[in-house]
């Protein structure tokens, strides 16, 4: 279970769950963009939300009662935290530019992973100038992916 107790949910992340779990009418619009987006480009994998995005992708129809969904206990309790305390109506433009914001936390995982791969052939080939700078970029990237 990632959603626990003091675990970073970010602004995107509860747009996303706020959207997914929406059964409001004018909202079905903004619920099937993100649904399409998360069942198309596995946006939502390692995320604090996963496992409740998951959940609300896997159900046809939005619930009436998110919280009746087959969530576990820290799941429900999240959900009802996000859409409890959310005061900022959902737009289109807030949906968006949060699906935004994880596409771009995707490509800097991406670029991470490379990172390493490139370190670890840096250090096989012993090319210290290579592994300064790939630790420097790492160095910088870990930064940008700790603010999301």
Same mark, same amino acid.
């Given at each position: 279970m990632r959603a626990t107790?003091?675990?970073q949910i970010t602004p995107s992340e509860? =747009?996303?769950?706020? +959207?997914?779990?929406?059964? =409001?009418?004018?909202? +079905?619009e903004m619920r099937r963009t993100v649904m399409e987006a998360l069942s198309g480009e596995?946006?939502?994998e390692g995320l604090e939300t996963e496992t409740l995005l998951q959940t609300l992708l896997e159900c046809?129809?939005?619930?009436?009662?998110p919280t009746q969904l087959p969530l576990n206990d820290g799941d429900r309790q999240l959900l009802a935290t996000i859409v409890m305390r959310e005061d900022e109506a959902l737009t289109p433009d807030l949906v968006q530019g949060a699906l935004e914001a994880l596409r771009h936390r995707t490509q800097l995982a991406q670029r991470e992973r490379e990172i390493i791969h490139r370190l670890i052939e840096a250090e096989r080939r012993q090319d210290d100038v290579a592994l300064l700078r790939l630790k420097q970029e790492k160095l910088e990237l870990d930064?940008?992916?700790a603010g999301m």
């Open positions: 107790g003091g675990a509860k =747009v996303l769950v706020r +959207a997914a779990s929406s059964g =409001v009418r004018e909202e +079905a596995r946006l939502h046809s129809e939005p619930p009436d009662d930064r940008k992916l």
